[in-house]
């Protein structure tokens, strides 16, 4: 597994070494300004839009970008920062007027109020985006883990954005048939990407009988009592080589997640049943029981 701080770095010098033209943000509302930001590349070693937003007095509405650097059209770093200038109503304009009226006595006192009220402001907008933090495909990258965390789920760090966001949308719809098949069978299509085999109410071995048609190390597994209508097997149609082991303790952990409590699973693969060595490992004797090393 990559270590995430250096795919963070690796990212970032990406991000250095790539040239993007600004575009003209002057007349649009702060939140558009932002999200054309992001769709025109430029973004910080988290993905995010780099913005740096200062509050001025102008003859605009409120939050309305008034000025930009660099200006439109000039091509800059893709992780240069983008400054703007935002209009907005001081909250000066609540003060009494001796320290309402601008001017250089009182400039120090408004800028002090600037870095509350975009504080505050900053505050209201993540509120008044919660509704839009609880969905899959509108929050924030930054979210999707937590957003797993409300719903018991998984997301694996090596996964894309997208796949986050689609594992997150269609997870819960299957809640309403979780513990069935085929709620099983559609998250393991989602997670490996072709269609896995699930067999209920089988077991891949047979009992352990001795004197009637077993043959000791060859066809025989001594198990606890099964009851068949509680076991299933979920094959796949490839063999265990086409995975890692990260990957095979994480298809279990998707089983594992989904199955009924009271159930028992086994996962096979693809030419994963060839016997490979024949010989006994246990010998009966007349007088004697042996195991061979």
Sequence with gaps: MVDSGNMRSARQAERRGRKVIVPELTGMRLRDAQIVIAQAGFANADGQPNVQVRYVEAYAEDFQVVAQSPIRGQLVDGAAPIALQVARKSWSRFLPQLYSVANEENA???????????????????IDRVPALLRPLETDAQYLPWLGSWLALHLETDWTEAQKRQWL?????????????????????????????????????????????????????????????????????????????????????????????????YLTFAHADTVEDGSPFLTIGDDALSADS
């Design 108 to 126: 120090l006192l408004q800028q002090f109020l600037w870095m509350f009220q975009q504080i505050h402001d900053k505050t209201s907008e993540t």
């Design 169 to 265: 949308r269609v997870a819960p719809a299957l809640y309403s048939q979780r513990g069935t098949k085929h709620a099983l069978a559609t998250l393991l299509r989602m997670y490996l990407g072709f269609d896995a085999e699930i067999r209920e109410n089988v077991w891949p071995f047979e009992p352990f009988r001795v004197g009637v048609a077993s043959e000791i190390g060859v066809s025989s597994t001594i198990l606890p009592p099964l009851n068949l209508a509680h076991c299933f097997v979920v094959h796949l149609p490839v063999p265990d080589s086409h995975f890692s082991n990260e990957q095979i303790v994480r298809i279990h952990r998707v089983i594992l997640a989904e199955k009924p409590a009271h159930t028992l699973y």
